[in-house]
């Protein structure tokens, strides 16, 4: 099998270190691996199958040689990716710099992988969250015309990096103790008033918007129906922050041109590639964060009709954000290239 040079940036975080995780477990082919970061983080050691990795300071000469260019996502993401594609790689972007450029693929290769092929040198991985619900409505939506889509997600601290987790243990360490929990990071590091996220709920991801809704809440919005290729979607997203450290959750609301019944629901998304349904009510099982932590698929349940409306379902979906919400997501689009010689 031919191997790729492979260039990862943003090699030091939750995400680049979960790129780690996967290229080892899902034996990706690689003949060298060039980890970057800010200048903060060059100079660290990294052990990595048998080897000694140098994190190295990414600048625009970052990508001689590179056939493939994974960006953990962040602001470096804008300044780079256009020095990575000149110099001969492609770019799978975890940011959200490049999400909704009409250049610029936004994929889930389970969902919409023919748009890998039209690439010119970046592909854009969409927001964990969006890349979570979409897994469930891709199914879904091959069955039966989907109109309308109601979610609220509640988001694990993970989605704000080693930060968000860090402040949660630290917050549980001191109340456990007595103590005043201080907060400095969420919902939003950048803005001036942080809240306590142990034992708290917080309904606010990312920045307001003038129409009131977050910057995370449109980005579920916009790229689905970029993902799906259906600006007719009408959807409305709330979502919040829980004091869990990994895995996110959804409760998602469908309604859709014409009757669905639950039994070609179920079919639809048990058969799905990603997807484990673990619905069971009358044992208890459904998907939690718990046991979805970690692990490669997503997994639904909760599924059953909306009493209050027509050709309207409603199901729970939870998906570990940091490996399909993310790295294993933008790994996967590498894998198809490959598997279908596009780089």
């Known amino acids: 099998m031919k191997k790729y040079r492979v260039a990862i940036l943003g090699a030091t975080g939750a995400v680049g270190q979960e790129f780690l995780n996967l290229i080892e477990e899902r034996k990706f082919p690689f003949s060298e691996l060039r980890l970057l970061a800010s200048s903060r983080s060059a100079g660290k050691k990294i052990a990595f ?7 190295e300071e990414t600048t625009a000469d970052s990508f001689a040689g590179i056939d493939i260019a994974l960006f953990a996502g962040g602001a470096a993401s804008k300044e780079f990716a256009p020095h990575a594609v000149k110099a001969g790689a492609v770019v799978i972007d975890n940011s959200s ?11 889930v290769p389970e969902v919409n992988p023919e748009a890998i092929k039209k690439h010119k040198g970046i592909i854009a991985n969409p927001n964990c969250s969006t890349i979570i619900m979409v897994m469930g409505l891709k199914p879904l939506y091959d069955i039966a ?20 987790m860090a402040e949660l243990e630290e917050q549980v360490a001191a109340l456990s103790a007595g103590k005043d929990a201080e907060a400095n990071i969420l919902p939003v590091g950048k803005l ?11 309904p606010q991801i990312d920045v307001f918007m003038d129409n009131l809704y977050t910057k995370e809440e449109m980005k579920m919005i916009d790229e689905t129906k970029k993902i799906m290729e259906d600006d007719s979607l009408r959807i409305t997203a709330t979502t919040v922050r829980v004091p869990v450290y990994r895995s996110h959750a959804e409760s998602v609301n469908v309604e859709f041109a014409e009757e669905i019944s639950l039994d070609a629901a179920r079919a639809a998304l048990a058969a799905f590639p990603g997807v484990i349904l673990r619905d069971n009510p009358s044992e208890q099982e459904y998907p939690m964060p718990l046991f979805t932590s970690g692990k490669t698929d997503v997994e639904i349940g909760r599924l059953r009709r909306d009493e ?32 279908h010689e596009l780089v």
Not at 193 to 200: L, R
Not at 320 to 326: F, H
Request: with cysteine; glycine share 8%; charged share 20%.
């Open 97 to 107: 710099a490049f999400r909704m450029d009409p250049e610029v693929p936004l994929v």
């Open 145 to 164: 015309k989907i109109r309308r889509i109601v979610v609220s997600t509640y988001q694990a601290v993970s989605g704000a990096g080693k930060e968000g």
């Open 192 to 202: 001036p008033k942080h809240y306590q996220i142990a034992f708290n709920l917080i």
């Open 49 to 55: 199958m048998g080897k000694e990795y140098t994190v």
């Open 308 to 339: 209050s409306t027509d050709n309207a379902l409603n199901f729970w979906i939870c998906g570990d954000q940091i490996r399909k919400g993310a790295a294993l997501n933008a790994l996967q689009i590498a894998e198809y290239m490959i598997a």
